[in-house]
């Protein structure tokens, strides 16, 4: 899906984390095209980083990218991200704590290490970088001819913040965990003019969940679990993230958008149930 460039994030800086594939290159993307200096936050493959970084100023209404290495599950590694951040831009106005990892075992069949792996990047990962984001806001103070908000976190979560998923218990459980977190920021920053939103994409097409629609079968079977009777496809989410990034929706917070085409409307129902 084209998304126009305008200027509606012009002057402001986001974080992506995660941001050299799949869902948050797209967000990377997307907050760039809408004037965004973005920071393309990668832990491996930096090629990919930097094309993505390269992609971004590839307009004149677009921001400029940089690629910064992170592992979003580290204190150090998250805090030195941000440094390095308001050294290149002067500050952080958007954080889309987006990396995001997935170890499917049955639960009684999990190691501990890939209950603890998952929870450190999805859950863990996400409380590092919002809690480095506020830290940052909170410094620098509202500034409203950047923007009305002080400061925007989207937690990127998933269908599964409220769809159990067997197979998936480390999965579901972080990103369940992520609504309170988002939603206890929200609370607690509100006041300070600060906004937290969680964004919770369906089945969305990326490397993530390949053997979902990898053949014409998977995906036929993919499609009995959404209404809209398609994938979604990255750019999907960079548009919910941009216009979440943005003033147009000032008065979202603390809340969950999903972006699923009708996945968490029981579908199983469809037919009478
Ligand atoms: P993806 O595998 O393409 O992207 C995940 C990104 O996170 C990659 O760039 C990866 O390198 C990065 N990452 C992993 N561990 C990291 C770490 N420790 N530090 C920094 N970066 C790390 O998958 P995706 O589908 O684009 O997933 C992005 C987010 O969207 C995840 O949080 C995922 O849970 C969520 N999500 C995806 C779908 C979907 O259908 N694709 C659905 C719901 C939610």
Redesign the pocket.
Known sequence: MYQKPNDRLKGQTAIV????????EAVAMALGKDGANVVV?????PESAEEVAHNICQHELCGTGIAIK????KEEAVQAMFRQTIDQFGTVDICVA?????RDFALHEMPLQEWQLVLD??LT?QFLCAREAIREFLRRGLKEDVSCSMGKIIH?????EIIPWAGHAN?AAS?GAVVMLMQTIAQEYGPQKIRANSI??????????KDAWETPEALEKLHELIPYKRI?V?SDIGAAAAWLASDESDYINGTTIFVDGAMTCYPGFTTNG
């Not at 992170?70 to 599950?73: E, Q």
């Not at 990127?156 to 599964?160: A, D, N, T």
Request: glycine fraction near 16%; charge should be neutral; charged fraction near 5%.
């Open positions: 984390t995660g941001a050299n594939s799949g869902i948050g936050n990668y832990v491996s493959n992170a592992d979003v599950s987006n990396a995001g990892i997935q990047v999805n990962g990127m979560s998933s269908v599964h999965y990103k919770a994409p369906g089945a969305i097409q990326t490397p993530i969940n979604g990255p």
